[in-house]
């Protein structure tokens, strides 16, 4: 209502005991004041304050409606402060929807990290490969790697990941290092069902390869344990495979070429989030970057 805001203009005219005083402080033009206060007595039936040129002072009803303003404008601010606090360190159960391989190969340790950093919220986590529906399911956000399809829905882009090629020293050492992407073609590849010739990138340059397919899995942990194992040469985020690679298990095949970047979005049913779903989208969109 209106009159709020009237109120805590009339607390601050009268605590600052004129209307030049109190523009100062709160930036508001001293007529505003002025037709503001006017309109809140106009309102109530009876005279606030006394003016004169000089000062003001408060009338009998004044004296008892500053009291009672006064009292309400602190609680607002209170109330409007313990907000702000809960924004800072949120609290709260997160309900989130992850892929399966995803989440288990390379957001368990980022979702950790966030808890640390949010010791006041508490984690149901749903891995599932079916798209949930967040309209009539209690999940505060889904995780989607691709591009999604039009719906009601509001998609937040978390990140761009750019997948490389990597085997393991032990396939290399058997079957040869390719040089140039059309050498794949030569080459056993790990690959995903339904998902045509690898499309490869070197600045202005693409590459498109059909590759063999001993191999097709639809699970990204099988998919890395296969060029772990040796099985072949692996289009994979650099995330996924990071361990691995610093442990010398995988290495990177022609470092100069990449795959077409996969977006991950964060998917919601509305844009007014809760401090939590925010923070965890933050959060995300923070670290995935760096990945």
């Given at each position: 209502?209106?009159?709020?805001n009237d109120m805590a203009l009339f607390v601050e005219v009268?605590?600052?005991?004129?209307?030049?005083?109190?523009?100062?402080?709160?930036?508001?033009?001293?007529?505003?004041?002025?037709?503001?206060?006017?309109?809140?007595?106009?309102?109530?039936?009876?005279?606030?304050?006394?003016?004169?040129?000089?000062?003001?002072?408060?009338?009998?009803?004044?004296?008892?409606?500053?009291?009672?303003?006064?009292?309400?404008?602190?609680?607002?601010?209170?109330?409007?402060?313990?907000?702000?606090?809960?924004?800072?360190?949120?609290?709260?159960?997160?309900?989130?929807?992850?892929?399966?391989?995803?989440?288990?190969?390379?957001?368990?340790?980022?979702?950790?990290?966030?808890?640390?950093?949010?010791?006041?919220?508490?984690?149901?986590?749903?891995?599932?490969?079916?798209?949930?529906?967040?309209?009539?399911?209690?999940?505060?956000?889904?995780?989607?790697?691709?591009?999604?399809?039009?719906?009601?829905?509001?998609?937040?882009?978390?990140?761009?990941?750019?997948?490389?090629?990597?085997?393991?020293?032990?396939?290399?050492?058997?079957?040869?290092?390719?040089?140039?992407?059309?050498?794949?073609?030569?080459?056993?590849?790990?690959?995903?069902?339904?998902?045509?010739?690898?499309?490869?990138?070197?600045?202005?340059?693409?590459?498109?390869?059909?590759?063999?397919?001993?191999?097709?899995?639809?699970?990204?942990?099988?998919?890395?344990?296969?060029?772990?194992?040796?099985?072949?040469?692996?289009?994979?985020?650099?995330?996924?495979?990071?361990?691995?690679?610093?442990?010398?298990?995988?290495?990177?095949?022609?470092?100069?070429?990449?795959?077409?970047?996969?977006?991950?979005?964060?998917?919601?049913?509305?844009?007014?989030?809760?401090?939590?779903?925010?923070?965890?989208?933050?959060?995300?969109?923070?670290?995935?970057?760096?990945?």
């Open positions: 209502m209106e009159y709020l009268v605590k600052a005991k004129s209307f030049r005083a109190a523009g100062d402080a709160t930036g508001v033009p001293n007529s505003t004041l002025s037709r503001r206060i006017g309109a809140l007595e106009k309102s109530i039936g009876l005279r606030l304050l006394h003016r004169t040129t000089r000062k003001i002072e408060l009338t009998e009803a004044g004296q008892l409606y500053y009291e009672s303003c006064r009292r309400i404008v602190e609680e607002a601010r209170i109330a409007h402060e313990q907000l702000g606090e809960m924004l800072a360190q949120p609290s709260g159960v997160l309900r989130a929807s992850l892929p399966v391989d995803f989440a288990t190969t390379y957001m368990a340790p980022l979702i950790a990290e966030f808890a640390r950093r949010y010791p006041g919220i508490t984690f149901e986590l749903d891995l599932t490969p079916r798209r949930v529906d967040l309209v009539t399911e209690p999940f505060d956000v889904a995780i989607r790697m691709g591009e999604q399809p039009s719906s009601t829905l509001i998609a937040r882009q978390l990140a761009r990941l750019t997948p490389y090629l990597y085997a393991s020293p032990r396939y290399l050492k058997t079957a040869g290092e390719p040089t140039d992407p059309a050498d794949l073609r030569q080459h056993e590849c790990i690959g995903y069902p339904k998902s045509g010739p690898w499309v490869l990138h070197k600045e202005d340059a693409t590459a498109e390869v059909e590759i063999g397919r001993r191999f097709t899995v639809n699970s990204v942990g099988m998919y890395r344990s296969f060029a772990v194992l040796g099985q072949g040469i692996a289009l994979l985020a650099e995330g996924v495979v990071a361990d691995d690679v610093a442990e010398s298990r995988l290495l990177r095949v022609l470092p100069d070429w990449h795959g077409s970047p996969i977006p991950v979005y964060a998917l919601t049913e509305t844009r007014l989030l809760p401090a939590k779903t925010l923070r965890f989208i933050e959060f995300l969109q923070e670290r995935l970057v760096t990945q």
